[in-house]
């Protein structure tokens, strides 16, 4: 089959999931790659300089960041194709392709047959990276403008987002709730999360009490999240949170309440005063990954 | 103006969702239903417009079985003006492609300003009636919405947001409100109670047949649990220990 691989750039670079599509892609079939680079992007407009090449293709992989999904979604419906979101697993079978997705908000995993052409948009970290592989030769669609009816006016950045590796793509990710108690506690989190290179995340309860943005909020109105490391600190794990995290591979989760939820899905644990623990545990970190 | 708000009934977050008997679907038995999530924020938003300027009239549509009259009630409760419920033999099994198409064709007999969708239903997660509907009526579309004040959208974006103008009709994907959804009030039910929801036959609607995934199997994620949780002792050794675990048993150092 025809694969059209689109690869999203961040800061020039080809993002890490656009990599690990590009590799699934050549165990799949034929692939073409291509790039959409540049910020502020316009997925609509997007769309439409992708369209004719997305039309020759049997199966469009997209990337399913915030851009990603986006842009898949509005390809799938000005094609009329078969679309999968958020797939975590896609094999070809017959003439056509499984793939394996989330539903009902993480509490169900759906195999689906997805006739072909199709168009799906990926994951982070459902498919390994090869080492040492070389990043697809793409050639750069130039989508500029904005769609037909509609103008940007400006940016507004989020006052605490610098420089981390956003969340649906972080291989660790230190996420902490009301039990940090205000969000003038956040500068252990970063602590942590800088020793670990991970992304941090938050409970609702924090992002709705505004301590935190809405960005980082993980769980079933917030972000789908699949990191090999999920530190959860001071979160009791509603069913909503635990849906968007049950995902990771290892979970770590530090509360006070022996009783609450996040302890039955933690691979390690500890009751206990987080306040106590996180200082101790990126000391422990540090050592730990100089070869203590 | 006039706002449309097109929304789904699903299970309750707070469901426990079961697969059924058949491997395939969820068990329906026992499920409290509910708006979904990113349509009660849709609601929301569109309330808080009428709430600044009560000449603003909010309709609500949604296609789904009969029961979905309750979702169209619960909206009803909060504060939209009128409803309509979109049904038929292929209401539930219908596509996002089928279901823009259909919705499009209650748009243009509504004739909304701005048609307002939840970024994604909570329960089939597939994020397309959006961007369907809005290819269908050939209108633009701002997704992750997160305010509409004045005539700004703001869509949040990676690190911030961006904020957008609409110079003619729009669809919004909403992903959040400032305000939480609000609950339907005492009169609200009662009027909710007596409005008409009239009913449209989606086979009547130009839907047509549009390719979908077909649902082959489901199952629960895989189980977790039986971790080792330190329930007492010694915080800071804890930490020790767990740190060496991640790196020697874990290996996700």
């Known amino acids: ?292 | 103006m006039r706002i449309l708000v097109c929304i789904k009934q699903v299970p309750d977050s707070t469901v426990r969702v079961k697969v059924g008997a058949d491997g395939k679907s969820v068990a329906t038995d026992g499920i409290t239903w509910a708006i979904s999530p990113y349509d009660e924020y849709a609601m929301e938003l569109a309330l808080e417009r009428k709430d600044a300027d009560p000449s603003t009239v909010v309709s609500v549509v949604t296609v789904g079985p009969s029961r979905s009259r309750d979702a169209l009630r619960q909206a009803l409760a909060m504060g939209a003006d009128d409803a309509t419920l979109v049904t038929g033999a292929a209401a539930e099994a219908a596509g996002g492609i089928a279901l823009g198409s259909a919705l499009a064709t209650v748009v243009r007999e509504i004739g909304p300003d701005v048609v307002l969708v939840g970024r994604q239903a909570s329960d089939d997660e597939q994020g397309l009636v959006g961007a369907a509907l809005a290819h269908a009526l050939g209108w633009p579309l701002l997704t992750n919405v997160e305010r509409w004040t004045g005539d700004e959208i703001w869509r949040a974006t990676e690190g911030g947001h961006e904020v957008w103008k609409a110079t003619g009709p729009a669809v919004l994907s909403v992903q959040r409100s400032e305000k939480e959804p609000r609950y339907p009030s005492l009169p609200g039910i009662m009027k909710a109670k007596k409005k008409e929801i009239p009913e449209k036959d989606l086979a009547s609607l130009d839907g047509g047949a549009a390719p979908s995934p077909s649902v082959v199997a489901m199952e629960p994620p895989p189980a977790r649990g039986g971790g080792k949780i330190f329930k007492e002792g010694d915080v800071k050794q804890h930490a020790a220990a767990i740190a060496k675990a991640l790196r020697d048993e874990a290996k996700v150092l």
Do not use: C
């Open chain 1, 1 to 292: 089959m025809n694969v059209l691989v689109i690869v999203e750039k961040k800061d020039g670079e080809p993002r890490r999931v656009s990599l690990e599509i590009a590799a699934k892609a050549e165990e799949l079939g034929t692939v073409t790659a291509v790039d959409v680079g540049g910020d502020r992007l316009d997925p609509g407009a997007a769309a439409s300089a992708l369209a004719e090449r997305a039309k020759a293709a049997d199966l469009v992989l997209v990337g399913a960041t915030p851009f990603g999904r986006d842009l898949a979604a509005r390809l799938a419906a000005a094609l009329g194709r078969v679309y999968a979101s958020e797939v975590a697993d896609l094999e070809a079978e017959g003439d056509g392709l499984v793939a394996v997705r989330t539903m009902y908000a993480g509490k169900v995993r759906a195999t689906v047959r997805l006739p072909l052409p199709a168009v799906a948009s990926v994951r982070a970290n459902a498919f390994p990276l090869p080492e040492g592989g070389a990043p697809p030769k793409t050639e750069t669609v130039h989508a500029g403008g904005a769609q037909k009816g509609v103008e940007f006016v400006r940016f507004e950045a989020a006052k605490e987002s610098g420089g981390r590796v956003p969340l649906t793509e972080a291989r660790a990710i230190v996420s902490a709730g009301r039990g940090l108690k205000g969000p003038e506690n956040w500068k252990m989190i970063e602590e942590l999360a800088d020793v670990l290179g991970a992304a941090i995340g938050a409970s609702r309860a924090v992002t709705d009490a505004g301590w935190r943005p809405n960005e980082e909020q993980v769980g079933q109105t917030g972000k789908t999240v699949t990191p090999d490391l999920y530190v959860a600190l001071g979160i009791s794990g509603a069913i909503q949170h635990l849906a968007g995290m049950s995902g990771s591979k290892v979970i770590v989760a530090v509360n006070k309440d022996p009783d609450a939820d996040i302890f039955k899905i933690a691979d390690y644990g500890v009751v206990g005063d987080l306040f106590e623990f996180v200082p101790a545990f990126t000391e422990e970190l540090k050592k730990v990954k100089k070869g203590a």
